[in-house]
Nanobody, 124 residues
Framework: VQLQASGGGLVQAGGSLRLSCAAS????????VGWFRQAPGKEREFVAA????????KYADSVKGRFTISRDNAKNTVLLQMNSLTVDDTAVYSC??????????????????WGQGTLVTVSS
């Protein structure tokens, strides 16, 4: 499975962006899809995860209530709607797919397919 992340860009604080993670060479069926981000000089951190079969969702506390992860069945895509963005959300966002136990979806080691990152820059 190959993943393609897109949708990043420059937005003012308080604005919104929607990221997409599209799968090719396979489908997301049976997978969990996670979004992670890495800000300059910081470790990669978990943002959100979605289990394609079952619809389970999990969010980092820092984005809960502002970000929503969902799917587009027709496009075999996982979306990350990001609202009320702050400068602290500035990072390279990457999507990943794997079959981890749900309790491990926050761990980068639980995923074995990764897309390239898309840069989100939030200006003040």
């Amino acid at each position: 499975v190959q993943l393609q992340a897109s949708g990043g860009g420059l937005v003012q604080a308080g604005g919104s962006l929607r990221l997409s993670c599209a799968a090719s060479g396979g489908t997301f069926s049976g997978y969990a899809v996670g979004w992670f981000r890495q800000a300059p000089g910081k470790e990669r951190e978990f943002v959100a995860a979605f289990r394609w079969s079952g619809g389970n969702r999990k969010y980092a506390d820092s984005v809960k209530g502002r970000f929503t992860i969902s799917r587009d069945n027709a496009k075999n895509t996982v979306l990350l709607q990001m609202n009320s963005l702050t400068v602290d959300d500035t990072a390279v966002y990457s999507c990943a797919a794997g079959r981890p136990p749900w309790g491990l979806v926050t761990e980068t080691s639980a995923y074995y397919y990764w897309g390239q990152g898309t840069l989100v820059t939030v200006s003040s």
